[in-house]
């Protein structure tokens, strides 16, 4: 799987797929899929949900561009693989989940694993987290229809953010940097399928 990122996603940080060495992705997905946990595809997780492609998380991550002391919001938690892919590459990431039974199984693989700097909560992504902002990163693995103006607030300076956006069947991916004068210039990146974010 690292080898077809690698070739998919050609990230410039190395330390990118270092993280996709460190976690297992099998561990991330219910037992009737785990025979493809190891292909760089979407697999469902449950209630209408997916674990992302690698290749995917792969370019996002590299577009976020963590340092080892940036602290990120992940939107959309699901399982929790982006979450810990983050907190191999972050000092703290706090992920939200709006569906309660998810977010619980992915607070258990976390401790699993014994990731004790990314932490799961339940609640309307769309939000953010406005307790543990700002953020200096924020990824979104869902599509909202466009960015929710809550995650821009909530990004700080000279913050990052990659996030799909479309409805479900045209979505592009969207990174955005805030600027010295304080506005966050988006740019599109590539096509992608995304589950919708749901709010409310």
Request: glycine letters at 8%; aromatic letters at 4%.
């Amino acid at each position: 799987m690292v080898r077809s990122v690698e070739l998919a996603a050609a990230p410039r940080d190395p330390r990118v797929l270092d993280a996709f060495r460190r976690i297992p992705r099998h561990l991330f997905v219910p037992d009737p899929t785990r025979v493809a946990a190891y292909e760089d595809r979407a697999l469902p997780i449950g209630e209408d949900q997916t674990i992302s492609q690698p290749s995917m998380i792969a370019m996002m991550l590299d577009a976020l561009e963590c340092d080892p002391g940036s602290r990120v919001l992940e939107v959309g938690a699901g399982s929790g693989y982006a979450a810990a892919l983050l907190s191999c590459l972050a000092a703290r990431v706090d992920a939200i989940e709006i569906r309660p039974a998810l977010a619980a199984r992915a607070r258990a693989t976390l401790l699993g694993l014994g990731i004790e700097n990314a932490f799961i909560h339940v609640g309307d992504g769309s939000k953010g987290l406005a307790e543990q902002a700002p953020f200096d990163r924020i990824l979104v693995s869902a599509a909202p229809r466009s960015v929710p103006p809550a995650l821009l607030d909530q990004l700080g300076p000279a913050g990052r953010i990659a996030i799909p956006v479309g409805d479900p069947y045209h979505q592009v991916l969207l990174v955005g940097e805030r600027g010295p004068d304080g506005r966050v210039r988006m740019r599109r990146d590539v096509p992608c399928v995304f589950v919708p974010l749901v709010e409310g």
